[in-house]
């Protein structure tokens, strides 16, 4: 394995060398080299990866949360969460039905999700793994399902 080294950095790793331009140049390195990587002094060394804060561990949640349930009502075939929402007293009969069966769907999945994450906000335990928290949410039932 060789990486492309430009000043300090690596910009590609290759198994096969091609002619490098400018300053660049070819060097062995480790198999799990990684552009982005310095090489300094003949090493290769990790960039330190900051760890990410509460805050945006906490975002990264509700995100994935809020994508759930943004997939949910896309697959029934509405755009946005908002528009679902906005058929609540929609005069078409299927509209307002699906309306409020996801208004109360939406509302549990936040307060689930609310209650999962105030151990961590407390700093009285950790968040949940995502992909688990999201698995254990209660399927929403559409009428004619």
Same mark, same amino acid.
């Given at each position: 394995?060789?990486?492309?080294? &430009?000043?300090?950095?690596?910009? &590609?790793?290759? +198994?096969?060398? !091609?002619?490098?331009?400018?300053?660049?140049?070819?060097?062995?390195?480790?198999?799990?080299?990684q552009p982005?990587?310095? !090489?300094?002094? +003949? =090493?290769?060394?990790?960039?330190?990866?900051?760890?990410?804060?509460? =805050? =945006?561990?906490?975002? &990264?949640?509700?995100?994935?949360?809020?994508?759930?349930?943004?997939?949910?009502?896309?697959?029934?075939? !509405?755009?946005?969460?908002?528009?679902?929402?906005? !058929?609540?007293?929609?005069?078409?009969?299927?509209?307002?039905?699906?309306?409020?069966?996801?208004?109360?769907?939406?509302? =549990?999945?936040?307060?689930?999700?609310?209650?999962?994450?105030?151990p961590f906000?407390?700093?009285?335990?950790?968040?949940?793994?995502? &992909?688990?928290?999201?698995?254990?949410?209660?399927?929403?039932?559409?009428?004619?399902?």
């Open positions: 394995m060789q990486a492309l080294i &430009n000043g300090n950095l690596v910009v &590609n790793i290759s +198994d096969t060398e !091609y002619p490098p331009f400018d300053d660049l140049i070819w060097v062995p390195c480790p198999d799990d080299c982005g990587w310095l !090489y300094e002094n +003949d =090493q290769f060394i990790p960039p330190i990866v900051p760890q990410p804060t509460n =805050q =945006q561990l906490l975002d &990264n949640f509700t995100i994935s949360v809020n994508g759930f349930i943004s997939i949910t009502v896309e697959g029934r075939g !509405y755009s946005s969460i908002s528009e679902c929402a906005s !058929y609540f007293q929609s005069s078409v009969p299927l509209w307002a039905q699906d309306a409020a069966i996801f208004i109360p769907w939406r509302d =549990q999945v936040w307060e689930l999700t609310f209650a999962a994450i105030e906000e407390s700093g009285t335990g950790d968040l949940p793994d995502i &992909n688990v928290f999201i698995a254990s949410l209660p399927p929403i039932v559409w009428s004619g399902e």
